[in-house]
């Protein structure tokens, strides 16, 4: 989770950086050519400056809620956040394996799961030999968790 936090305090420090220094200047450059009304450079910039306001607050709002998870709340009997889940897939017999991560980490590729998508909001709270339903385009799914570690087993 670390890692997230650092990846959020980059980007916001970036988008500051422009927000403060680079598009004040590419404001100041395109009033400088006059007709404001006309000025596709200058609704351009105030565009971006609307853009970069607006992802800041969205990632000022995920950092606070990142600085309050409180690891003493995420159960270690049961999946959680941090959590990696050996499944069977019934309907495939096919063993899969996901880690449960937030939504910045996300990659289904390497078999990160949000925790908010459905496969990882099924799993949340289960336990060995549970069968979960997950709602998919082609129908419902029926996963078996076979094994999991929860993030707190990683700290050992």
Same mark, same amino acid.
Do not use: C, W
């Given at each position: 989770m670390e890692e997230v936090i650092n990846k959020l305090k980059?980007?916001?420090?970036?988008?500051?950086? =422009?927000? &403060?220094n680079e598009l004040p200047?590419?404001?100041?450059?395109? !009033?400088? %050519?006059?007709d404001l $009304?006309?000025?596709? =450079?200058?609704?351009? /910039?105030?565009?971006?400056? /609307?853009?970069v306001n607006? !992802? #800041?607050?969205? %990632?000022?709002v995920r950092l606070r809620m990142f600085s309050m998870v409180d690891l003493t709340r995420i159960p270690v009997d049961a999946v959680g956040l941090g959590s990696t889940v !050996? +499944?069977?897939?019934?309907?495939k017999d096919e063993e899969l394996t996901y880690k449960l +991560? &937030? $939504? =910045? =980490? /996300?990659?289904? &590729?390497?078999? #990160?799961?949000? &925790?908010?998508? *459905?496969?990882g909001r099924s799993l949340l709270g289960r336990k060995v030999s549970d069968e979960v339903r +997950? *709602?998919?385009?082609?129908?419902?799914?029926?996963?078996?968790i076979l094994s999991f570690t929860t993030i707190h087993d990683m700290e050992e």
């Open positions: 980059l980007e916001i420090s970036t988008l500051e950086y =422009e927000l &403060t200047r590419e404001i100041l450059r395109a !009033r400088a %050519l006059g $009304s006309e000025n596709a =450079e200058y609704h351009a /910039a105030k565009e971006r400056q /609307a853009f607006a !992802r #800041l607050g969205q %990632l000022k !050996r +499944v069977l897939d019934t309907g +991560v &937030t $939504s =910045e =980490e /996300a990659d289904v &590729t390497k078999g #990160l799961i949000s &925790t908010t998508s *459905p496969i +997950v *709602p998919a385009p082609s129908g419902m799914r029926m996963l078996e």
